[in-house]
Every structure is written in structure tokens, then in C-alpha cells.
């Protein structure tokens, strides 16, 4: 069976600092991965995905980055964080087009506090 | 117009009541909708996903799609406490890149 993980669980980090969010996905090869932002009494806002290795589409313009440098891994970065960066950073996987359903499914999540 | 559109509550209702949660969409191509449940502080999971229209049923949960009123429904029967949570509709955008949620409902069934 698949299974997604998701690291650090919780993180405080002050204005300014860098950031490394990372993802991985066990039991599937190929997969789409997405990378997404809740913030408090907001929906899931599609922050970046990808179909393949070293390829990252963007969503939302924002100091933040995304890399994927492996099948299965996916890396949330930003060079120095804002306030407005808190929330809490989902990462999904799916299968491919073709492969089957478009349902995702969803890490632990990781709860982010800038301050 | 909103692609997703989601009342989000919040909704209470004694413990058996029947819960209905709903979510409205603007693109008649939309073909793939789904359910998933969100935890407080967990990541949401997927409850259930139909494809085009119908009624798809598991256990006390169905899930209804009318694309002829760009309508999507889901039924708790005999809802439970453990129930509680907050429940977002997605729906499939375009060329398979992504899903479009709606904003979720907080539900809370009490004892």
C-alpha cells in the first residue's frame, strides 16, 4: 500500500529564516505530487505540483520554491519566510493521467509558525 | 463566479440526526468529485469519490452528483460523535493537473 510522509510535524521559524519542507512517498512510482497551503479559516490553496522528476509547475507567485529530486520526493523551500507564510503545508500524491482516478491523497501535513 | 462553492457552517446536529453537506460548481465539464474528511490538525483523507452522475454509497456515507443542477451532495446517516470534523468537496480541474476545493464545513455531532 502507499503511504505519504511529511517532515518536521510542527515547525517555529522567525521572519526571515529559510525553509525546508520535505515529502515522501512510499508503495507507488510516478506519481503527480502537490504541494498545499491552509491557513487558519481558509480553504486548500494549490501551491505548487508536479508530474515528473526536476519538473515543478507554480501556482500562486510567492517566496516560496519547490523541488522534486526524486521519483518520490518533493521539497518545499524559501530563501527567507514571511509572516504571511504561516499555515498549515499539505503535500498529496496521485496517480498519473491514465493510470487511474485523479483522487489525491494527503500527507500528515506540516504546521508552520513564522514569527 | 467560484469554480467550488461550500456553506461552511458550521453545522451541529444531535448524534443519529442525518447530516447533509453540499457543494455547488460553475464548469459542466467537471466529470470526477470527491470527498474527504479533515481532522482537526490532520491532513485531510478521502472518504469517497464518484465519477459523472449518480449515487455512490459506503456504509453511512453517500455521495449524490447532479450535473444537470452542477449539484454535489453527501448523506451521514445515523451520524456518530467520531464524525465530527471538517468535510471538503473537490472536484477534478482540467487536464488532471489539480483539484479545486471547496472551502469545507465544519460539522460537530454531539452526545
Known amino acids: 500500500s502507499q503511504t505519504i510522509h511529511q517532515w518536521p510535524a510542527t515547525l517555529v521559524q522567525p521572519v526571515g529564516s529559510p525553509l525546508s519542507l520535505e515529502c515522501t512517498v512510499e508503495?507507488?512510482?510516478?506519481?503527480?505530487l502537490y504541494w498545499y497551503r491552509q491557513a487558519a479559516g481558509r480553504g486548500l490553496q494549490l501551491l505548487f505540483y508536479s508530474v515528473g522528476i526536476g519538473q515543478i509547475s507554480s501556482e500562486v507567485p510567492q517566496n516560496l520554491s519547490a523541488s522534486r529530486p526524486q521519483d518520490r520526493q518533493f521539497i518545499l523551500s524559501s530563501k527567507k519566510l514571511l509572516l504571511s507564510d504561516s499555515g498549515f503545508y499539505l503535500c498529496?500524491?496521485?496517480?498519473?493521467?491514465?493510470?487511474?482516478?485523479?483522487?489525491?491523497?494527503f500527507g500528515p501535513g506540516t504546521r508552520l509558525t513564522v514569527t | 463566479q467560484k469554480e467550488v462553492e461550500q456553506d461552511p457552517g458550521p453545522l451541529s446536529v444531535p448524534e443519529g440526526a442525518i447530516v447533509s453537506l453540499n457543494c455547488t460548481y460553475s464548469?459542466?465539464?467537471?466529470?470526477?468529485f470527491m470527498w474527504y474528511r479533515q481532522y482537526s490538525r490532520k491532513g485531510p483523507e478521502l472518504l469517497m469519490y464518484?465519477?459523472?452522475?449518480g449515487n455512490k454509497e459506503d456504509g453511512r456515507f453517500t455521495a449524490q452528483v447532479d450535473k444537470s443542477s452542477k449539484y454535489i451532495s453527501l448523506f451521514i446517516r445515523d451520524s456518530q460523535p467520531s464524525d465530527s470534523a471538517t468535510y471538503l468537496c473537490a472536484i477534478e480541474a482540467h487536464q488532471r493537473t489539480a483539484l479545486i476545493f471547496g472551502k469545507g464545513t465544519t460539522l460537530s455531532v454531539s452526545s
Open positions: 508503495g507507488t512510482s510516478n506519481p503527480n
Open positions: 464548469n459542466s465539464a467537471f466529470q470526477y
Open positions: 498529496a500524491w496521485s496517480l498519473a493521467p491514465g493510470q487511474g482516478a485523479p483522487e489525491q491523497y
Open positions: 464518484t465519477y459523472s452522475s
